[in-house]
């Protein structure tokens, strides 16, 4: 059993070469019809991305395991750039532990596993980067906190950015966060239960376990897959963040990577005050 889920890990998420572009291009019908007509998307600032230039796309998300404006967002890049244009998205790596089958295809349109080796290994072959570092916690987050930048003090992405000298470009999007409705995570509660013997569910820690009104279990408790409501979404590609220093040696000083890792949240937090009140005059 060992044996095999390590040939699964070897096999999906590993690799750049497993991203297909005719894939990629076999999803543009249904992603479009979810774009105009499901999601009513409303985006702007694509000219934010330099055409040649490879960079690190950094995003806030919400919406559940559905995550829906990651996934309209990854529309609007094909419809800007193309299928050709390469760009990867950081997967948790439990994500491919709970269904290969479904991790075979997310890595057919891109994605690969959220380690450091692969993140280098993107951005080193030209191609650009997206990454979510709030992860679990962000996709997740209370409907309270739907209008934070919540990062959960992650600044492993920072440090990617220094060492590779390249520039980053918030993502950031609102709306999402109401095609489910978080009303707390109790993942403290679930995790004392553990320890006095309760498995985890799948034999994985989750990291969160919510509670969430939405489809189609209606009231939901733990990270289950969920069918996203029909709400309105609005994405906006920030203008792109360049630090003043670059390099191995400030990536490894750590009031540097805390002073770039404040910055980065503290302009995307105001882009997303911005858009929450476009968002409210449309």
């Not at 529309?75 to 800007?80: A, K, Q, T």
């Not at 948790?92 to 295809?105: D, G, I, R, T, Y």
């Not at 966060?177 to 309760?198: F, R």
Request: net charge neutral; glycine share 8%.
């Amino acid at each position: 059993m060992l044996k095999k889920q390590h040939f699964l890990n070897k096999k999906t998420g590993w690799s750049l070469d497993e991203r297909d572009p005719k894939f990629i291009e076999s999803l543009i019908p249904l992603l479009g019809f979810l774009y105009h007509y499901y999601f009513r998307v409303k985006t702007s600032g694509w000219d934010n991305i330099p055409p040649q230039q490879k960079v690190l796309l950094v995003g806030s998300h919400n919406g559940g395991l559905a995550a829906p404006d990651m996934t309209m967002m990854m529309y609007d890049w094909f419809r800007e750039f193309g299928v050709e244009r390469p760009v990867y998205g950081l997967m948790h790596p439990k994500a491919w532990q709970v269904s290969p089958p479904l991790a075979q295809l997310v890595a057919k349109a891109g994605a690969i596993i959220a380690h450091p080796k692969m993140a280098y290994e993107a951005l080193r072959s030209e191609a650009s980067l997206l990454v979510y570092p709030g992860g679990a916690e962000d996709v997740f987050r209370p409907h309270h906190l739907r209008n934070k930048i919540h990062f959960a003090g992650r600044q492993g992405f920072i440090k990617l950015a220094l060492r590779e000298n390249v520039p980053i470009i918030p993502m950031i999007s609102w709306g999402a966060h109401d095609t489910l409705i978080v009303i707390a995570d109790c993942y403290k509660i679930v995790q004392q239960l553990h320890e006095w013997g309760m498995p985890w569910p799948f034999g994985i820690d989750p990291e969160v376990f919510p509670i969430y009104l939405g489809l189609p279990w209606g009231l939901a408790f733990g990270p289950l897959p969920n069918i996203p409501l029909p709400v309105s979404i609005y994405t906006r590609v920030c203008p792109p963040i360049v630090f003043e220093r670059y390099g191995r040696e400030v990536a490894s000083d750590r009031q540097y990577v805390n002073e770039c890792y404040e910055l980065v949240v503290s302009q995307m937090q105001q882009e997303l005050d911005n858009l929450v009140k476009l968002s409210a005059k449309s």
